[in-house]
């Protein structure tokens, strides 16, 4: 017999899967793509029907408060909503830094006023972020940035230069670390702002990557804007408010998303021996090759321990704790491990691997190598390996500095 809350939770599954028939459209399932894609991939009309349906319920952000536009969802009901969304396997109809990193940060250190105009068009994905944090001189030396921001009246002027913004060029505001005040150390002089791209002080440029797209830019402050009012935290106290946005993202690069754990269930078959079967042949049902065998077993393995503790911690998150330093540790792990799959994947494949373009090539396996080039990526963006191994030493571990 079912007790109270079990109907209840079976009732919300109900409306839910009722509710995904209708606004889920075939072509919002069952598909895989790079983040570096997600801008063409949202800019369809069955995409955008898909969020203004979940963003309509604040489904976006289940957890988030409703009072902001957010879900309001308790834990159950979050839960519900993640299952029935894997599935369906359908794509996540918000993703980016406004769901992933300034949201969870405004809700903790935003004003009042901050969070009223800023969280519901996050949620509604009305406007797009960009994160103005490195610069040519500061990247994991993070805390020797440049730009400056000084304070006239209601507003900072800001000049200097960022680089590696992720989508800048497609961005309607920017979340930025700037120098407030250079005259003491470090990490005590600079701010945390929020400011519009939209104005004539911000030049943005597109860098290609190694896979042949353009997902980030340089950006150019020529007395560009911030008002007063979009000051995050206190005026010279930004290092801790970025520091923690950092944990945001760094729970979002391994599978410890504080917004759901709906897109990292596992898959059901091993795509990996598949592969190595197709390839290099099999016999009695087990690949053919030794020593790819291994490989394949040892990464599976690594990966099942992998996902097995980040469910773990997927559930702890959903009940209301949020990410803190050992979210690194997902970092390290996870970026590694989404590498050595890449790799393996295109090193089965042995020469059919390596292609770039032509008939001779599958469309898989020229996706296979764009894949593994995009991934060369995931351990530097966020912070470094090293620099995810210097915090677990300190603020996990507790080694000295
Ligand atoms: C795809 C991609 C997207 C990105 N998007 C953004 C974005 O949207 N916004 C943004 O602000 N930034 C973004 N970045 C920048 C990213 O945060 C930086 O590249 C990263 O922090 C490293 O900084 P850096 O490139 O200056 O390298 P450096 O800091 O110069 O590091 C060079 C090497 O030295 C090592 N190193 C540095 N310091 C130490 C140390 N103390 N101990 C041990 N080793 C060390 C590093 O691990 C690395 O191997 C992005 C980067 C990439 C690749």
Same mark, same amino acid.
């Given at each position: ?14 409306? *839910? ?17 790079? $983040? ?27 957890? $988030? ?41 405004? %809700? ?18 009305? *406007? ?13 030396? =993070?805390? @020797? ?18 680089? $590696? ?7 309607? $505001? ?38 042949? @797209? ?16 979009? =000051?995050?935290?206190? %005026? ?12 945001? +993202?760094?729970?979002? *690069? ?85 590498? +050595? ?61």
């Amino acid at each position: 017999m079912l007790g109270e809350t079990d109907m209840s939770s079976e009732v919300f599954r109900q409306e *839910v899967r009722a509710f995904l028939e209708e606004n889920c459209a075939q072509s919002m399932r069952n598909r895989s793509f790079h $983040w570096e894609d997600a801008h063409e991939v949202y800019n369809t009309d069955d995409a955008r029907q898909w969020l203004d349906a979940m963003a309509a319920k604040g489904w976006t952000a289940p957890s $988030w408060p409703s009072e902001y536009g957010g879900g309001g969802l308790d834990r159950e009901e979050h839960q519900v909503l993640a299952e029935e969304l894997a599935r369906i396997k359908a794509v996540a109809p918000l993703t980016g830094m406004g769901l992933a990193m300034i949201g969870p940060t405004l %809700l903790e250190f935003g004003t009042e006023d901050q969070k009223q105009r800023h969280i519901p068009k996050i949620v509604s994905g009305e *406007v797009s972020w960009c994160q103005g944090y490195s610069e040519p001189g500061a990247g994991s030396d =993070l805390a @020797s940035l440049q730009t400056r921001a000084v304070l006239e009246g209601d507003h900072f002027v800001i000049n200097g230069q960022k680089i $590696w913004t992720s989508g800048a060029q497609y961005a309607d $505001w920017m979340f930025a670390l700037v120098r407030t005040n250079p005259d003491v150390p470090k990490h005590e002089g600079i701010s945390f702002v929020l400011l519009d791209m939209h104005q004539e002080g911000i030049t943005i440029k597109p860098i290609q990557l190694i896979s042949g @797209s353009s997902p980030f830019c340089e950006t150019f402050f020529d007395d560009a804007i911030a008002l007063r009012e979009d =000051l995050v935290g206190e %005026l010279n106290k930004g290092w801790t408010v970025g520091k923690r946005l950092l944990q945001f +993202e760094r729970s979002g *690069v391994g599978p410890v998303s504080s917004s759901g754990g709906e897109k990292k269930k596992e898959q059901p078959r091993n795509e990996l021996a598949e592969l190595a079967k197709h390839y290099l042949g099999e016999s009695d049902n087990r690949i053919s090759d030794h020593a790819a065998r291994e490989k394949v077993i040892r990464h599976t393995m690594d990966q099942k321990a992998f996902t097995l503790t980040a469910e773990r911690v997927i559930q702890e998150n959903l009940s209301g704790k949020t990410p803190g330093a050992a979210t690194s540790i997902f970092k390290l792990v996870g970026s590694n491990l989404m590498q +050595e799959s890449n790799e393996l994947k295109s090193t089965l494949r042995g020469v059919q691997g390596a292609g770039w373009e032509g008939n001779d090539f599958t469309e898989s396996e020229l996706e296979a190598t764009r894949s593994w080039l995009t991934t060369r990526a995931v351990t530097i963006y966020g912070g470094t390996n090293e620099v995810q191994m210097n915090i677990i030493s300190k603020r996990v571990l507790g080694l000295p500095d």
